[in-house]
DNA sequence: TAGATTGTTAATCGATTAACAATC
DNA sequence: TAGATTGTTAATCGATTAACAATC
């Protein structure tokens, strides 16, 4: 998800809309599962169960693309990799930098699906002197007094945060100024950036809270739900309250 | 972001709208680190600038939990926390599991924004003998074996994904039996679950292949446009051609 | 009262979905 | 030809946004 302020809202490519953009992966991995167990050619539907989406969903998602499929036949698979690769750009090499080797910066380091999809780890970086020399996912994390350095010299584009929420901002403006315009990343911090960069965001913390919410939800449709009646009898009801259910906050505003 | 195919439709709670859900937890941190700097009230426009949206929209997202500003004067901070909290459910508390021990899991054991938010790791599992018994986060890691057992004793309803996407549909399927209705799934790959039980993914190499797209699509703008003329001559164009740039792929359809 | 700011309205925009004509 | 499946249409739904009346 990326930030609202940062990011661009509706020049779209060639008119792909973000929604499908951000499906194109999961198609993609879908088909590159198929295309390894040497599965010929898909339809929408097997195509979308794969995917975990309904199938008038990808058929509109791939008109975007083009007319790639064969009536009556469905999609050739290997055909549809290629053109899918190619949208999102994954036919072409892209060096990342990933700023923060705590537990997380080497889950990312050590994580097989970049690779294979065209992302290539330039370098790691940490501030940390203990770390520094050392060798993380076969690589050595390099110091982060090098990072303008090792992003001009790699032609890096797309930077990683992974560090701690408070030197996020200030790590994203050394990766911007340095030529970074795309950024993923981890902090629990909203990132101030200039036109032309996107910022991308991970936060688990979020997804928790969000989860919550809907499993507070199912708890209250059978427990909490008799605290507040269906429907209450019409009356005089001259004392105005605060929020939509009545519940009396523990902390009042002044 | 919820699989399609799990993530009941409509069924808003009390009419919350999904996308406000989502917002939540950006203005309740705001918030909070106002809190902490004891600014009694904020506007609109101050706390959806802190939190990365336009204020019209945060204006637009409170009204669905109630009139809870004061015209001509803002918001209580205390007092929003409070609801926001209440609204995500987070003045509960809510057990979870950790599924998964590797640099991942252990990064999310070492999160602390869990912990203030209500969240309780209430145990870490993996199936590496080498690890069970080991201390990560200052917790034991137990075996994925006692994975029904520790669900049961500990009313957890909240499970968290962390190991590769080979084994996490298995896990999710105990995981739900054993009785959790909440699964954040960190492997790449669809799970299946039934009715009820609501799934979202943080899918690593997905967000990176976002940003592939739109930096390509950065690029392209100086180096890639040539090769397609705004506008073209018209003629005859009697050869119709595969795809909207008429780009000759590698692989070509049977 | 004058200024500030919320809460709501209404218009617009983007995404989803079912249905079916086109066509392999 | 008959059956299957795509690509597109059109309706619907949900989200965003600007503007402003309400009101502190």
Redesign the pocket.
């Known amino acids: 998800m990326a930030t ?1 302020r940062t990011h661009r ?2 020049t ?1 490519s060639r008119g792909i ?4 953009v951000a ?1 194109l992966p999961l198609y993609l991995r879908a088909l590159t599962a198929l295309s390894e167990r040497s599965v010929p050619t ?6 979308a169960t794969a995917a975990g ?5 990808l ?5 975007y693309l ?10 050739d698979v290997e055909y549809l990799v290629y053109q899918i690769s190619r949208e999102l750009g994954l036919t072409q090499d892209w060096p990342v930098v990933i700023v923060g080797v705590g537990n997380l910066g080497a889950a990312l380091a050590n994580y097989g699906g970049f690779a294979s999809r065209g992302f290539r780890v330039a370098a790691l970086l940490d501030q940390d002197p203990a770390l520094t020399g050392r060798t993380v996912a076969g690589m050595p994390v390099s110091h982060t007094d090098d990072l303008e350095r090792i992003v001009t010299e790699n032609g890096v584009s797309i930077g990683v945060i992974t560090i701690p929420a408070g030197g996020a901002q200030q790590v994203c403006d050394r990766l911007v100024a340095a030529g970074v315009t795309s950024i993923l990343n981890f902090a629990p911090t909203v990132l101030s950036v200039p036109e032309g960069v996107d910022v991308r965001k991970v936060d688990l913390s979020i997804e928790l809270q969000i989860l919550a919410f809907h499993e507070q939800r199912k708890a209250g449709e059978d427990a909490t739900a008799p605290a507040a009646p269906a429907e209450l009898p019409a009356g005089p009801h001259t004392t105005p309250r605060k929020g939509p259910d009545g519940d009396v906050p523990a902390v009042m505003p002044a």
Chains 1, 2 share one sequence.
């Open positions: 609202g809202p509706a779209r809309p973000e929604a499908t499906r898909v339809s929408s539907e097997e195509l989406v309904n199938s008038a969903k058929r509109k998602d791939f008109s083009g007319s790639y499929g064969t009536r009556g036949v469905g999609y």
